[in-house]
């Protein structure tokens, strides 16, 4: 099946106008660039529309792969589907409008979103966008495609000049990025999309995981002092981590470090002595290292767990931590581009998964804001999206060298 009759079979066409949003922008046709014969669209509304309304939690990302790959094939793109961790199910779409495939500039997003799942809905007063996926990180996926195609129908620049790649498991440990670096190209320019606000992002915290558990010794709850309480440790642990952002380094560009209690659990009724306990703590570095994150937090829990150690017992006897995982410190990133607001942002990205070349740039840009990203109340305002089309293009430009500043340079159509 032809990638335009498998986009039908769904009931999905990446040319036409979604039925309950405005359409304000057309399909662009059939453009020759440079030779080649695309058939571009610039219907942001509606790609974005097809994109968010496909649940892709991450693991479950193959229909929206599927769709997006049969997409750009329509549109003429060249696209390679690669494999994730040897699981047909998941795969990263790597797509090229023109003959060379290691192009100079690479448009990334990930196409998987955090759960639940929460349907599509467009509210027409006041023109905005809801819908899981919706902001993080569909806006980009949509406006990164938009902003390729219209620079590519106005002779802006070549199709040799970029590619697009949009991969998987972002939001859970960058599993899709990761295996990108085995795509073997070298982009002398990365512009990664996610919520900045039509912003540029010129860094973000580091992140690592911690998982606490206390190990107790279980009994009748009349009886405590036969026994040792795991949640009892796990809560003298936690109050050691609650304040140790406050003496770790601090940053004057991303502040103080933070950790987050993400999850915790112990014990298997209110009348038993709990046996174990865990909890599981997400860390935002704003200086130093994961090494040096897990050298403080050990020394502090260790310390704090001291008043139930009996005998021959250590720290390390009742309380078990565990950093395993990748992390990584602040990532700084390029921020040259004229025409944009400045920030930093606390949440993490993919970019540290991908490998960094000589004298490679990599920015940080996208629409809509990551304080409603992975809430219930997940929206995007129609014009911040259009506004991130525009965006792109800016950054495409620029690293390019044809932005302001720079003499403008058209594409023989």
């Given amino acids: 099946m032809r990638a335009s009759e498998w986009l039908v079979a769904l009931g999905l066409s990446p040319l036409s106008s979604a039925s309950i ?32 309304q496909i649940e892709s939690i991450s693991g479950n990302e193959k229909e929206v792969g599927d769709w997006l790959a049969a997409s750009l094939e329509s549109q003429g793109y060249t696209v390679e589907k690669q494999l994730v961790e040897k699981d047909p199910e998941r795969f990263n779409v790597f797509a090229w409008p023109g003959k060379v495939r290691d192009a100079p500039v690479v448009l990334s997003s990930h196409i998987d ?17 809801f819908g899981r996926g919706s902001v993080d990180d569909k806006g980009s996926v949509a406006a990164q495609i938009v902003a390729v195609n219209e620079l590519l129908s106005k002779g802006k620049i070549s199709p040799d000049d970029v590619s ?37 992002v010129s860094g973000h915290k580091g992140t690592m995981q911690m998982v606490v558990t206390a190990k107790g010794k279980s009994g009748h709850s009349g009886y405590p002092w036969l026994g040792r309480s795991a949640n009892e440790v ?19 560009k991303y502040g103080a470090s933070t950790f987050n209690l993400g999850r915790i659990e112990g014990g298997v009724a209110a009348n038993v002595i709990a046996e174990t306990a865990t909890a599981k703590i997400a860390v935002r570095i704003a200086e130093g290292t994961p090494k040096m994150v897990k050298k403080h937090a050990t020394k502090a829990i260790h310390r704090a767990v001291r008043d139930f150690l009996e005998g021959e017992l250590e720290a390390k006897d009742i309380v078990e931590l565990d950093f395993g995982g990748k992390g990584y410190g602040p990532i700084d990133i390029d921020a040259d581009v004229p025409g944009f607001d400045v920030i930093t942002v606390n949440y993490g990205t993919d970019i540290p998964w991908f490998n960094l070349t000589k004298d490679q740039k990599r920015y940080l840009y996208g629409p809509g804001t990551i304080f409603v990203a992975h809430s219930a109340d997940e929206k995007l305002k129609v014009d911040d999206l259009y506004d991130a089309v525009e965006g792109y293009q800016k950054i495409v430009l620029h690293a390019l060298g044809k932005g302001e500043g720079h003499e403008e340079a058209k594409v023989d159509l």
Avoid: C, W
């Avoid at 014969?37 to 974005?48: E, F, G, P, R, W």
């Avoid at 759960?115 to 006041?126: G, I």
């Avoid at 796990?234 to 004057?252: F, M, Y």
């Fill in 21 to 52: 949003l405005p359409a304000e922008q057309q399909s662009l046709g059939d453009v020759e660039v440079a030779g080649r014969k695309l058939s571009l669209t610039d219907d942001l509304v509606a790609l974005h529309k097809n994109l968010t």
């Fill in 164 to 200: 697009l790649l949009f991969v998987v498991g972002e939001e859970v440990g960058g599993a899709g990025m990761r295996k990108a670096n085995d795509l073997g190209i070298k982009p002398k320019t990365v512009i990664f999309g996610e919520p900045t606000e039509g912003k540029l």
């Fill in 234 to 252: 796990l809560v003298r642990a936690l109050e050691a981590v609650i304040t140790l952002g406050d003496k770790l380094p601090k940053s004057d």
């Fill in 113 to 129: 979103t955090v759960p639940p799942f929460l349907p599509y809905h467009y509210n027409k007063t006041d023109k905005t966008i």
